[in-house]
């Protein structure tokens, strides 16, 4: 079994800065692209940032130049750097994983989320 565990959220002020933090745990042999979601209130769920297993970065048009994803694989951990929030980063944030696990073949996991409130 894998577990994803998110770590970071909080209240911060319009202009803050947050890190979150997602370690994955269990019977891994291999992560490939690892990354983060968010859904807001009354929103659909909404993708935010990728990375992969080689260090390539993707991101949302909506947190381009403000979020920074990143990964340390030794610990199979992925990051997400969210700078300059605004009231509209509000969500709960969920980070999601390609995994491959000794038992089970390869899927796709998730988190179970960690909220963030831009507010002030």
């Known amino acids: 079994q894998v577990q994803l565990v998110e770590s970071g959220g909080g209240l911060v002020q319009p202009g803050g800065s947050l890190r979150l933090s997602c370690a994955a745990s269990?019977?891994?042999?291999?992560?490939?692209?690892m990354g983060w979601h968010r859904q807001g209130p009354g929103k659909q769920r909404e993708w935010v940032a990728l990375?992969?297993?080689?260090?390539?970065?993707n991101y949302a048009d909506s947190v381009k130049g403000r979020f920074t994803i990143s990964r340390d694989n030794a610990k199979n951990t992925v990051y997400l750097q969210m700078n300059s929030l605004t009231p509209e980063d509000t969500a709960v944030y969920y980070c999601?994983?390609?995994?491959?696990?000794?038992?089970?073949?390869?899927?796709?996991?998730w988190g179970q989320g960690t909220q963030v409130t831009v507010s002030s």
């Open positions: 999601n994983a390609d995994i491959a696990t000794m038992f089970s073949g390869r899927f796709g996991h």
């Open positions: 990375i992969t297993n080689g260090g390539s970065t």
């Open positions: 269990g019977s891994i042999v291999s992560i490939y692209a």
